[in-house]
């Protein structure tokens, strides 16, 4: 089992920047991949960007296009996901999850987080 918990969302300005952190509990977490979702109101739930556990392996979603970097700390237990030059479009509720591999579909992954709040203005 791994319990997932993120924070660091927030409300920030156009251009602005965020760093979001998913702390994980249980012995394994180095064995997972870890991802990141997000979702807006009335939108389906998207991907992000996946980590494999040994760090070697990242996966972002197009629209990223350099703006966001996922890292991870397995000493820590923590995945993050640094987001710059954010955008208003960026609004949504993010998730990490954690899985077996890294995955771009949600149905992939077996953990999830409750999410935390990302909220940009124009």
């Known amino acids: 089992q791994v319990l997932l918990v993120e924070s660091g969302g927030g409300l920030v300005q156009a251009g602005g920047s965020l760093r979001l952190a998913c702390a994980a509990s249980?012995?394994?977490?180095?064995?997972?991949?870890m991802a990141w979702f997000r979702q807006a109101p009335g939108k389906e739930r998207e991907f992000v960007a996946a980590?494999?556990?040994?760090?070697?392996?990242?996966v972002y979603a197009d629209f990223v296009k350099g703006r966001f970097t996922i890292s991870r700390d397995n000493a820590k237990n923590t995945v993050y996901l640094q987001m710059n030059n954010l955008k208003p479009e960026d609004t949504a509720v993010y998730y990490c999850?954690?899985?077996?591999?890294?995955?771009?579909?949600?149905?992939?992954?077996?953990?999830w987080g409750q999410g935390t709040q990302v909220t940009v203005s124009s």
């Open positions: 249980g012995r394994t977490f180095s064995t997972y991949a």
């Open positions: 999850a954690a899985g077996a591999t890294v995955q771009r579909s949600q149905y992939d992954y077996d953990y």
């Open positions: 980590i494999r556990w040994s760090v070697i392996s990242r």
